[in-house]
């Protein structure tokens, strides 16, 4: 059964060689989702490193990426309601998603 959905959006690199991400992680039990922008020289693996660290498997989590150039990456970047840092995303974030007591 999978657990957790994380969708990540990939920037193009940009002019200096930057390349940015955010990530939408669902649980798959209560549908509530949480934002997590990873900011520059990252990717959604941060956030699925988290969940493995917990002691979910890979069968728990579906991963997805899409790249996409920089100035739509930033218009939907913009979009996003309070997208948490990824430095300040725990385990217990992650595990409230699955509790239904975070709705972001």
Not at 59 to 71: A, G, L, N, T
Not at 80 to 104: R, Y
Request: net charge neutral; with cysteine.
């Amino acid at each position: 059964m999978i657990r957790f959905l994380i969708d990540t959006t990939v920037a193009k690199p940009d002019i200096y060689g930057n390349c940015y991400s955010y990530s939408i992680v669902t649980s798959t039990k209560t549908g509530n989702t949480i934002a997590i922008n990873s900011g520059a020289m990252s990717s959604g693996g941060n956030v699925t490193a988290i969940l493995r660290r917990v002691g979910f498997e890979w069968s728990e989590i579906h991963y997805s990426e899409s790249v996409i150039p920089i100035r739509q990456f930033n218009a939907r970047l913009a979009g996003l309601a309070d997208p948490v840092h990824e430095h300040l995303v725990t385990a217990v974030t992650l595990l409230a998603l699955e509790n239904g007591k975070v709705k972001v």
